[in-house]
């Protein structure tokens, strides 16, 4: 195996180690394995698992191991560079057809999350490239460095996104933020709660308010986490409690992450996030959403956002471990929602803020 160490994206990461200092995932130079935390079990327990084989990231991936779009994206990126690296071809068109079998197996993990599709596009074309050289190695390596510069790239602008969102913020502010979009749904910082880490380490006195964030209780178990290791005070609250908490004047502003982004500014995100935006607007309070560019599908048509529904199990048990109800039960179980763009006050990108009319101004700072 070549010493892939001194490719320029991995240096370049070692700059931004004062903003990581909690890694949800990474590429292991000294050994070309792919690392994660596996989020499954926080709050409880922090277990790093590491692989050579992108099929067990896929399955990472799918069974919520590893969640958050930004996450997903770098992640299944670093899982076409294992396919590549092990792969036993001895030509580069074999090494083709095992990465673009890799290619389809991560794609059909989890199907809203958009920084999946756009990161596995650019790391199939980059090797698409490359092996036109005809040299495998070649390939091998411009997939790494490509995996690599999505993950510095995500870092990058996971901090500009805090830069640019904590100039919403005031001292003194109350932040309502629905699902985990901090550290363990990306690269590291994170997009929502990346603006809230950012104000937080610019020393202004902020509150957040989180929601449990229901079935997978991203909220109840990895905002938790997030938020107690930075010192951030918190208070959690139940899915159905931000109307009230809205009305009653606790909370200031919402900040939320997408999933995908189309250019008329509907934004798929956590389910749920669609009625924490119904009661900021309907209490005159901003409601944000924070995400990479990475993020935006170049849609106008808000039907090509996909929706995954997830298994009923979850919503009939708590994680897996506790029965809520009797077994046989009908359960509808969408992972995400869709906001319109009428309820969305600006959309926080690497950027800067984009605010309405949200199909010129989006299109605007993608060209
Ligand atoms: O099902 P999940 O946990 O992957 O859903 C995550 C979210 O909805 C996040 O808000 C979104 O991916 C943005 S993460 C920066």
């Given at each position: 195996m070549s010493d892939y160490s001194a490719l320029a994206p991995f240096k370049e990461l070692e700059k931004y180690e004062e903003?990581?200092?909690?890694?949800?995932?990474?590429?292991?130079?000294?050994?070309?394995?792919?690392?994660?935390?596996?989020?499954?079990?926080?709050?409880?327990?922090?277990?790093?698992?590491?692989?050579?084989?992108?099929?067990?990231?896929?399955?990472?991936?799918?069974?919520?191991?590893?969640?958050?779009?930004?996450?997903?994206?770098?992640?299944?990126?670093?899982?076409?560079?294992?396919?590549?690296?092990?792969?036993?071809?001895?030509?580069?068109?074999?090494?083709?057809?095992?990465?673009?079998?890799?290619?389809?197996?991560?794609?059909?993990?989890?199907?809203?999350?958009?920084?999946?599709?756009?990161?596995l596009d650019r790391v199939l074309n980059k090797a698409q490239e490359t092996s036109k050289s005809g040299d495998p190695e070649k390939v091998k390596e411009a997939i790494l460095e490509e995996a690599a510069t999505i993950h510095v790239e995500d870092v990058r602008s996971n901090i500009s996104i805090g830069?640019?969102?904590s100039k919403l913020i005031d001292n003194g502010d109350v932040i309502l933020t629905h699902c985990n979009t901090g550290v363990?749904?990306?690269?590291?910082?994170?997009?929502?709660?990346?603006?809230?880490?950012?104000?937080?380490?610019?020393g202004k006195k902020i509150k957040v308010i989180t929601t449990e964030t229901r079935p997978v209780l991203?909220?109840?178990?990895?905002?938790?986490?997030?938020?107690?290791k930075e010192g951030i005070p918190f208070t959690l609250i139940t899915d159905g409690m931000p109307g009230l908490v809205f009305r009653q004047g606790m909370a200031d502003l919402a900040i939320v992450g997408a999933d995908r982004i189309i250019l008329t500014?509907?934004?798929?995100?956590?389910?749920?996030?669609?009625?924490?935006?119904?009661?900021?607007?309907?209490?005159?309070?901003?409601?944000?959403?924070?995400?990479?560019t990475s993020t935006i599908q170049k849609s106008t048509n808000p039907e090509d956002i996909v929706i995954e529904v997830r298994d009923p199990e979850e919503v009939?048990?708590?994680?897996?471990?506790?029965?809520?109800?009797?077994?046989?039960?009908?359960?509808?179980?969408?992972?995400?929602?869709?906001?319109?763009?009428?309820y969305i006050t600006g959309i926080i990108t690497e950027k800067g803020v984009v605010y309405p009319p949200y199909i010129r101004n989006l299109r605007a700072i993608l060209e």
């Open positions: 903003y990581l200092k909690i890694k949800s995932l990474y590429w292991d130079i000294g050994t070309n394995e792919f690392v994660w935390l596996d989020t499954r079990l926080l709050p409880f327990e922090e277990v790093y698992r590491r692989t050579r084989d992108y099929k067990r990231v896929a399955q990472a991936i799918k069974t919520m191991e590893i969640r958050g779009a930004p996450a997903i994206g770098v992640s299944a990126a670093y899982g076409m560079a294992l396919a590549a690296l092990y792969s036993k071809a001895r030509n580069s068109e074999e090494l083709m057809r095992d990465i673009r079998e890799a290619y389809e197996t991560l794609r059909s993990t989890r199907p809203t999350a958009y920084n999946l599709f756009w990161a830069k640019h969102g363990l749904a990306t690269s590291g910082f994170g997009t929502a709660l990346g603006v809230i880490r950012y104000a937080w380490y610019e991203q909220g109840a178990r990895l905002n938790v986490w997030e938020l107690k500014g509907h934004t798929a995100n956590k389910i749920g996030t669609y009625m924490v935006a119904l009661a900021a607007f309907d209490n005159d309070k901003p409601f944000y959403v924070a995400a990479p009939r048990t708590v994680l897996g471990r506790y029965r809520l109800t009797l077994p046989d039960v009908d359960v509808y179980n969408p992972s995400f929602d869709i906001t319109p763009p009428r």
